[in-house]
């Protein structure tokens, strides 16, 4: 390689690593029973529709001042306000009768089955599982049967 060709790459790293690159996509859940979702990143643009369930999770997507791209469950999109916005842990059980176990094995005792759509509070996560906690239940459940949180559930 060249003199003139290695100083083109060096300028070429210098380029593109300055560049801003979208952050990584993450979940963040409904501060308040009632949120609204609007069609763009400020109070002037109209509501898509109004969120009615306190720590639902949403997967934000991208960000525009105060105002937070986010992606439900349903596949809705839309502009929420940062102060809508909490960092509780929670997540959405995917399908009708996913089981919750006593530990983070298919071969360990199960708790309960949760209907789909259930609200459950994230612990903490590790490998394909989640510890959950649910009305009267903590226990461990696998991260394919959730939606809300880790990003490998979209």
Partial sequence: MSWLNKILFFYLIIF???LSFAE???YLTLRNEKVNLRQGPSLNYPIKLVYKKKFLP???QDKSGNFRKVLDHEN???WIHISQLSKKKAALSIFNKSIIFQKPSIYSK???ML???RLCFVKRCKNNWCKIKTGKFAGWIETNNIWGSIKSNN
Avoid: A, D, K, R
């Fill in 76 to 78: 809705n999109t839309g």
């Fill in 110 to 112: 199960p708790l309960v």
């Fill in 16 to 18: 593109f690593g300055s």
């Fill in 24 to 26: 990584e996509s993450y």
């Fill in 58 to 60: 949403l997967l934000i």
């Fill in 115 to 117: 209907e789909m759509g």
